[in-house]
Structures are given as C-alpha cells and as structure tokens.
C-alpha cells in the first residue's frame, strides 16, 4: 500500500475538544478530510453545531457536536458516553482545549490560577483518562494533547506564568500515560504550537497589540496558521505513526531555537 492510502484515516471515530474554533476547528476540517468520522466538543455549542455542519457538508463523513467543559468529570464522562452512542469506538481524542491569562505573577488570584491549571492542565488529564478507559477496553488508539512552544520557553513580553505552568504539565502528562498505557497499546503524544493566529491571540485585547513585537522576533518573521498544524495531526491520528508515543511536536517556525 502507498504512504498515502496508509495514512487514511477513512473509518476512524475520532473527538477534539475546543473542536469548534481555531486549532481544533482546523485538526477536526483535516481529520475529516483525511476520512474519519468527527464530534466536535466545546463549551461554545452554537459554533460547535454551526463547525460540525460546516465540516459534514464538505466531507463524505458522520460529524457530530457536543456541549461539554472539559473541567468538568460529569460532562467528560457523558461526551464519552454520547460519542459511544453515535460512533461505537473512539480511536483518537484531542485534548485540545485550552486558554490564556496574561496578568503579572503577583497580582493572579489564586482563582485566576486555577481556573488556567484547571482547563489546561486537568482538562487534558480528565479527557484523557475518560478516552484512554475505552482505548484500553478496545485494544488500543491514540490521544493527542495541545501543549504549546511555551511548555518550552517563556514567552515575552506577556506575562503568563500559569500558563506556561499548565502547557509544561501537559507535556510531561502526556510522557507519563504514554509510558503507562505503551503495553496497552495506546499512544499517547503532544503538539507544541508556536503563535498561530487565532481568536485566542488574534481577538485577544491583552495579546493582539504584541503581535509586531513577536514577529520581529519570530525567525520566520509571522505567525503560523491553523492549518499548518493539520498534517502533523492526521499523522498522529493514523497508523503509520504506530512507533510514534511519548513524543512532542513543536512546531513554531524555529522560536523556541533563539
Ligand atoms: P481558541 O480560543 O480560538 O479556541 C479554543 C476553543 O476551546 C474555543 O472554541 C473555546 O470555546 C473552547 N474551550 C475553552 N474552554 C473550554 C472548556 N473548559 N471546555 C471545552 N471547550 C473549551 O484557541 P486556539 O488558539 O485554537 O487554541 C487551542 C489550543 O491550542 C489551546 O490549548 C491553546 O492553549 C493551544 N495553543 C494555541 C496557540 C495560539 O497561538 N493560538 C499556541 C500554542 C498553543
């Protein structure tokens, strides 16, 4: 068989949570594109039905969308449950959720820190652990954690240290199931993205009047988009990347070399 029917993902039941915009939204198009079935999970479930639409019309696939918080065990639980229900398996999650807080260490409330460890960082654990008991029923399958370039480095001039705490847990979260789960045939890996342009940095009245200042320090000098992140996630989603566990992908236009 060639590379390229290898990496079909034709048949496959797969989630994303923060599925209905920016990143997610773009690993749930490429997925389906790719041919397997998708349920778009987020809080936002108007963008997550309008998403699903969207990505069932422009591909021969079963989309479906779910209101779901992901810091909350009930909610993970039922989304498992629901997917079971329309899908029968699940062979891949992304637990891809995520937000941002820019506010200077000695001023962040220890709500305001929780509340980022909570849906980064617990969030990932919650979904993966939900996804990872079915995978293990089912023989095996693969969950892919939305980390960041800044489990790596500290990005300037913002402050964002529960942030870059939460994204540093992911990856290392995401090293330990892998280890865990290796025998049982689950996989288990993480994307690191440098600045893409989202609603999370685009729309963000903290972040978007810094968007100059890390470009000129970019080395590629821009921003990545969402797609740019697509084919590294239908490769992990797959079975060529069979030998593909404990692994994090960064993928930043080379920003955290400098
Ligand atoms: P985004 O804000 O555009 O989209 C995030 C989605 O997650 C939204 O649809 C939102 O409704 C949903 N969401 C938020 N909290 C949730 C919760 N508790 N339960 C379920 N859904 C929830 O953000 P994005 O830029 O697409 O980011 C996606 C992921 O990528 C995040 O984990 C983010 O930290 C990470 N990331 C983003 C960038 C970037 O520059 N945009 C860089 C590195 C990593």
Known sequence: MKILEKMSLRGKKIFVTGGARGIGKSIA????????????????IEEALKTADEICKENDVKTMALKADVTNPDDVNNMVEAI?????????????????????????????????????????????????????????????????????????????????????????????????WALKNVRVNSISPGYIGTELTLNSPSLKPLIEQWNQMAPLKRMGRPDELQAIAVYLAGDTSAFTTGADFVIDGAFTCI
């Open 29 to 44: 198009s490429a997925v389906a594109e790719a041919g397997a079935d998708v349920a778009i999970i987020d809080i936002d």
């Open 84 to 180: 079971l229900a329309k899908f029968g398996r699940i062979d891949v999650a992304f637990c891809n959720a995520g937000i941002c807080m820019n506010i200077p260490a000695e001023e962040m409330t220890y709500d305001q820190w929780k509340k980022v460890m909570d849906v980064n960082l617990n969030g990932v654990f919650l979904t993966a652990q939900a996804a990872g008991k079915v995978m293990i029923k089912q023989g095996g399958g693969s969950i892919i954690n939305t980390a960041s370039m800044s489990a790596h480095i500290v990005n300037v001039p913002q402050p964002q240290c529960s942030y870059n705490a939460s994204k540093a847990g992911v990856v290392q979260l995401t090293k330990s199931l892998a280890v865990e």
